[in-house]
């Protein structure tokens, strides 16, 4: 069976999601907000899933994206 990096990319997407969620939450104060910010996080890390390299902790590129999109936000 052949080894597929973006299956398993996915895969660890769908475990961060409870603490991205709660890290979006804290974020902006508001679990509507944080809802959407998270949902705009993963839309642009789905987007964005080509200029992720291989070996970077998902954990961190997902959180800096939430980071900068509410940045960008305020």
């Known amino acids: 069976m052949k080894h597929d990096p973006a299956d398993e990319w996915r895969e660890e ?5 409870p603490r991205l969620r709660r890290y979006a939450v804290s974020l902006t104060g508001a679990l509507h ?3 959407d910010l998270l949902h705009s996080t ?5 987007v964005k899933f080509d200029q992720f390299t291989q070996g970077t902790d998902l954990d961190r590129w997902l959180f800096r994206i939430a980071k900068n999109l509410w940045l960008d936000e305020i």
């Open 13 to 17: 997407l769908v475990a961060l999601l």
């Open 42 to 46: 993963i839309e642009r890390a789905l």
């Open 33 to 35: 907000d944080g809802e």
